[in-house]
């Protein structure tokens, strides 16, 4: 595996299921994000962990849990979502402190709550 | 505030040139990103501009004025599968670092 993988590609929940989103980088970052891109708005940060630790929490609903176990892993728990919560979520991963800072994606879950 | 505007949609002939433009007001710019998203799939990073200037990577070129707070995409010789949204991205740094997403521009190539 190389880059940044996310598992499932795909999800559909009732709102009152759990579910988990996982994202691995294999770039050997020390820096990962969660985003949520919605249809006509720009993508918007959730959560950026760095070395980690968690360094910012941009005013995101309760119902969305980020776990960052390690450097390479990151995971969002999701519980009793709402339907306004569908979207596409994309995790990305940087190296902190190296110059550009480029972050690079991982394909995405598309997350269908009904 | 930290607002960034580029069109949203655009259309072009194949193997002709475009050029996408993007306007930033932001607090700590220290950077400006431009990603290419295929429909379905993850942004790819395609270029990185924090001087002035002209930065040329094969068909793709990029600019940035800082004094303007504007960047511009060129991409020359379309080809269809340049079909895509691309998005323009400003690294903001300060009591917060962090990258701003613009809304992206969706690119459709005629044959």
């Known amino acids: 595996e190389t880059g940044v993988t996310q598992t499932p590609r795909h999800l559909v929940m009732g709102m009152t299921n759990k579910k988990s989103l996982k994202c691995e980088q294999h770039?050997?970052?020390?820096?990962m994000y969660w985003y949520k891109q919605s249809a006509k708005k720009p993508l918007e940060l959730m959560f950026v962990?760095?070395?980690?630790?968690?360094?910012e929490n941009n005013s995101v609903p309760s119902r969305f849990s980020p776990e960052c176990p390690n450097s390479s892993h990151l995971f969002l728990h999701l519980h009793t979502l709402q339907p306004e919560d569908s979207a596409l979520y994309l995790c990305a991963s940087s190296q902190v402190n190296a110059g550009t800072d480029t972050q690079y994606f991982g394909p995405g879950t598309r997350l269908t709550v009904l | 505030g930290q607002n960034i505007d580029q069109p949203t949609e655009m259309t072009a002939t194949e193997g002709a040139i475009v050029q996408i433009n993007c306007t930033y007001q932001t607090s700590g710019f220290n950077g400006l990103f431009w990603y290419q998203q295929h429909a379905g799939e993850a942004p790819t990073f395609l270029s990185y501009n924090v001087l002035d200037g002209l930065e040329e990577k094969g068909r793709f070129s990029s600019f940035l004025s800082r004094s303007k707070g504007y960047s511009y995409l060129l991409l020359k010789e379309l080809q269809m599968k340049d079909s895509a949204s691309y998005l323009c991205a400003v690294r903001v740094v300060g009591r917060d670092d962090k990258i701003i997403f613009g809304k992206g521009t969706r690119l459709h190539i005629l044959p």
């Open positions: 962990y760095s070395l980690e630790e968690r360094v």
């Open positions: 770039l050997g970052h020390n820096a």
